[in-house]
């Protein structure tokens, strides 16, 4: 089975020329399972659409179950919960899903204020949330 991996880095820096935020995004892919290790602010502009780049490639490419591990992402907006609840709908058109780990406090708190905490498995590991993705290994290898 060939696991891919790979890292996207992006960094905003602002009309002053100081560095805003960065985001980084660890990827890894095997079988129909992309998790995306979200490290930094996922919020309007560059990190959004990154991120929006990194779900799309995986959906492409056939990784319809989506791990998503938000314990080192301190802080989204409202574009960055849009573009999680995207990667949702996207997913689930495909017969797939989004899994998150570990949100943290403040992603835990946002998304129940928002009512969209209920629409997505929440597991304290990787592991856990990648075999809730499918009942059988088998079913989660490619062909």
């Not at 989004?98 to 129940?112: C, E, G, M, Q």
């Amino acid at each position: 089975m060939e696991v891919n991996k790979r890292l996207v880095r992006c960094k905003v820096i602002s009309e002053r020329g100081e560095l805003e935020t960065t985001l980084d995004l660890d990827i890894k892919q095997e079988g129909k399972i992309c998790t995306l290790k979200v490290k930094g602010h996922l919020k309007s502009g560059d990190p959004v659409i990154q991120f929006d780049a990194a779900v799309q490639s995986a959906l492409s490419s056939g990784h319809i179950f989506l791990v998503l591990d938000l314990e080192a992402m301190p802080y989204l907006d409202s574009s960055g919960i849009g573009a999680i609840v995207d990667a949702l709908r996207n997913a689930t058109k495909l017969g797939g899903d989004v899994k998150l780990v570990n949100p943290s406090s403040f992603a835990s708190k946002t998304f129940k204020m928002v009512g969209i905490l209920n629409l997505f498995g929440v597991y304290t590991s990787q592991a856990e949330a990648v075999a809730a993705c499918g009942s059988a290994k088998g079913e989660l290898s490619e062909g």
